[in-house]
Structures are given as C-alpha cells and as structure tokens.
C-alpha cells in the first residue's frame, strides 16, 4: 500500500474531509486531507495539509473496520438462547435452537433483519460485510422461484443501508464427517456443486453492479465433502481467480475429535494438506489449533476470521493470538451471531480474551505500535479487507474512502490525546456511541452518530422479529 500526497489531477475529486488527527497504515497523523473520486477511491492522503475549504471532521479519522463474517438472520435470534436448557448447555444445543428459528426465515424477514443489521453496523464502525450466507430454501427445503431470492434479499438489504458486501453463498451438503446425510433441519441450506456454481454465475451480475465481490464459502468440513470441496473451489476459481473463500474450521473440539476419527487428521492439518490454502481464504474461528497449525495455517497467508464476541457466547475458546502473531498471520474481525454488533466491543473482547488467558496487559500490542487499540485497529483492517477481497485495507491512496470520525466532544474523549481517544473509545465501553460519522466509498452514512434509515430500519426490524418468533 503506497501513500502519496500527489492528487492524480486526471481526476476530479468527489469529496474531501480534513482530519486534524488521521489513523494511516504507518500511524496516526496529523492535519490529514483525505480526497476521493466520484466512486469513493481515495486520490490522496496527504499530512500536513491545510484544511482550505474541506469539511472537518469532529475528531479523529480511523479507517471504517471490515466485519469479516456475518450470518444476518441471527440477529433477530439474540437473546432468545440465553437460558439453561439441557443440563449443559453448549454450542450444538444452542445450533438445535437457531436452526428453529432459521426455518422460519422468509425473504421479507431477512431483508428486513438484515438491512436493520447492516444498519447497527455502520452506526457502530463496520463499513463492510462478509455475508456467509446458507438459508438458501424455502421452508419446505424447495429452491425458491428465483433460486437466488435470498441472497439478492441480502443484496438487497446492503445496498439499501449503504455498507459493503462480499457476498459468501454457502455450501452445505452433509451433516457430519464421512458424507453423513444431511438432517431434516438442515434442508433450506443443501446444494449440490453445480447448483452453487450456477448460483454464482447468476449473482455476480448484481453483485458487481452494487461494487461487492462474490466469493464461496464451504460451510465446514463436516458439511463439505472432499470432493466437493475440490469441485466448489475449482469451479469458483474459473470464474474469479481472486475470489474471496472462506470456511468454518475447528471452532469446536467435537469437531476436531470428529475429524481425526474421519480422517486421522485435525481439521486445519487436513485442510492445508487437500485444498489450496492461500491469501484468498479466510479460516472462521480455527479455535482450536496446535503450535504446528498455528505455524503452517499463518504461512498460506490465510485471514485467520475470529469473531470474539459470538467465541465467547458460544463457548468455543480462546484464539491464541500471540502465537499466530509470531508467525505473522494476518486476521481480522467478525460479528458472526450479532450477540454484540460494535466493531470497537471485538478488538476489546479479543485483548481482554488474551489478557485473561495470559494474565498480562497489552497483549495485542505490536513491535512498531505501542497502543493496541491502534495496533489492532491497523491490523483488523487489513486482514478484514484481504477477507473481504475488496479495496478497503485502510487510508491510503487507491483503497475505497471507508472513514470513521469520532467525537473529539464526547464526555469519555474529550481533552485526550487522538490515540488515546481511540484507546477511550475501544476500552472505555460507554453507555453512548462516540462515533459521530462515517462514510462508505465517500457517501456519508452516518452523522452525529445516527443511520438516515434507523427508525425506519428498526421499525421493519422488530416486525420482523416478532412475525418470526410468533411463526414457531
Ligand atoms: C453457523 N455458527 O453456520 O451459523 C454456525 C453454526 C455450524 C457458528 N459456527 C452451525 N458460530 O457450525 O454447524
Ligand atoms: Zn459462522
């Protein structure tokens, strides 16, 4: 990624904002003029600048943070598992429960949800999503009219609230390891290999023309059988040699017990030996990994996708982020369930993980970045964009103008140095939002704090919900 301070003049300039304290690749800096073109690339970056006539942004500009795995229809699940059922709960019960609710997804519902979502997103710093995407059915487990209802309803649903999408249709095939068929609750999410090609074909159109990338996800190993694996990404790479795939992998121990008494092997050990792990994958969760895992699954360059907040609800475990540090693995964050939908809440769930395990302080800091707020800031965002498969990796020249400006009036920041309000702002968990806006691809989304759409999205939202739980 290269900074420049020389606007290429070829290109008239579509907006500008000046930062007095601005969060590049390299740090934070100060006077920054941010200049981008009519499709929200930034032209330039230059610090040291004078504001001239630019608008200003109320306080320090950080880079719009990827949310690398979403599943929308979860968010109107929330809090409705959060009771002991069986003697002891764990992530398989909790799976029984939301496959209830996903069968009762309609098309309207997940638009509605999903656009709700995608609207707390972006008031909450997330200017782009990777949509893992599997309720493809009707409830009956029948392919709708149109085949691909659902996810131009998530299209749908992103282009309405202004966010970025990387779109993930999911296959899903078997219910376990060994080609186990699939149950009856997982029907609206079965395709075969050439049905999910075709799926693709016919999202790209739709999907390039709102400016999101296609990509695949294999759900899991457990729902993905070799050779569909092989098929899938074959086929996927043959229409797009740079799409985005990402995968569940050893979130759970029974998963990786399941897996050595398939195949003798862990689930990552397996996956780097059959498929072409590269910087195109992403690896969700990898929970439970060993040191060799953690050393060979860094080396493929692979986003290693954790989603803190939904690890911890589940009950998965704990990342171990130093360790993959050290092999410089690349990372970035997702809110998967939604049980927390704030970009700032996952960095701090991810150091407070570490601290705990740890029992140190400022685990995720890094050799060049002594704040770790700023340090995972950084980082986040570019291992999100390289998930993402998209130009979002920051506040450089060429990559896509995705801004956050907080509040430098806000009661928790005010009067503090700009690294240390971005510190404030990840650890200091207010009662109030101190982001006041945010743009996506240049196109302002949110202001003093609110989405144009937030009473309207909320309202579609909460009829949505209640019409879903009442459908039981
Ligand atoms: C999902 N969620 O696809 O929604 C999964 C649960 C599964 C997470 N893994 C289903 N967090 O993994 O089988
Ligand atoms: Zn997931």
């Given at each position: 990624m290269s900074l420049s301070n020389v606007t290429d003049s070829s290109t008239p300039i579509a907006g500008r904002l000046f930062a007095a304290d601005?969060?590049?690749?390299?740090?934070?800096?100060?006077?920054v003029l941010l200049q981008w073109d009519a499709t929200g690339r930034l032209l330039s970056v230059a610090p040291d600048a004078a504001p001239g006539d630019a608008p200003q942004a109320r306080g320090p500009v950080v880079p719009g943070m990827p949310n690398l795995h979403s599943h929308a229809f979860q968010r109107a699940f929330v809090g409705l598992t959060e009771y002991r059922g069986e003697s002891q709960d764990s992530f398989w019960s909790w799976r029984n429960l939301m496959y209830r609710f996903a069968a009762r997804i309609t098309p309207e519902s997940l638009e509605a949800i999903a656009t709700w979502l995608y609207i707390e997103m972006l008031e909450a710093g997330y200017t782009s999503v990777c949509e893992f995407h599997y309720v493809h059915h009707d409830q009956d487990g029948r392919p709708y009219a149109d085949d691909a209802t659902l996810s131009l309803a998530l299209l749908r649903a992103a282009h309405n609230a202004g966010m970025g999408i990387t779109l993930l249709p999911v296959l899903y095939q078997t219910s376990g390891f060994g080609a186990k068929p699939p149950r009856a609750d997982q029907a609206r999410f079965i395709r075969s290999t050439d049905n999910m090609l075709s799926l693709l074909e016919r999202l790209a159109p739709a999907t390039r023309a709102q400016g999101g990338v296609l990509g695949l996800a294999p759900h899991s190993l457990r729902a993905v059988p070799p050779d569909s694996l092989?098929?899938?990404?074959?086929?996927?790479?043959a229409l797009n040699p740079q799409a985005p795939i990402h995968i569940h992998i050893a979130e759970q121990t029974q998963e990786v017990e399941d897996c050595i008494a398939w195949s003798g092997q862990?689930?990552?050990?397996?996956?780097l030996e059959h498929a072409p792990v590269d910087e195109r994958w992403c690896l969700v969760h990898a929970t439970h990994m060993t040191p060799q895992e953690y050393l060979d699954a860094a080396r493929t360059g692979a986003v290693a996708g954790i989603c803190p907040t939904t690890e911890a609800n589940l009950g998965d475990g704990i990342f171990?982020?130093?360790l993959w540090l050290q092999h410089g693995g690349r990372w970035g964050v997702g809110s998967d369930s939604h049980a927390c939908v704030n970009a700032a809440e996952e960095l701090l769930m991810l150091e407070y993980g570490q601290r705990l395990s740890l029992r140190q302080r400022n685990v995720l800091a890094s050799p060049g970045q002594a704040e770790v707020a700023t340090a995972m800031t950084l980082q986040a965002v570019q291992g999100g964009a390289q998930a993402s498969g998209r130009a979002i990796g920051g506040l450089a020249v060429g990559q896509q103008a995705d801004l956050v400006a907080l509040d430098a009036q806000h009661v928790a920041l005010a009067g503090l140095p700009a690294h240390s309000m971005l510190s404030s702002h990840v650890f200091g968990s207010h009662r109030t939002s101190a982001i006041d806006s945010l743009w996506v691809a240049g196109v302002q989304r949110v202001s003093e704090g609110r989405h144009a759409l937030h009473d309207t999205g909320a309202?579609?939202?909460?009829?949505?919900r209640s019409a879903t739980i009442a459908a039981d």
């Open positions: 601005a969060l590049l690749p390299t740090g934070w800096a100060r006077n092989a098929a899938a990404v074959q086929g996927l790479t862990r689930p990552v050990q397996w996956l171990d982020m130093p309202q579609a939202f909460l009829a949505a």
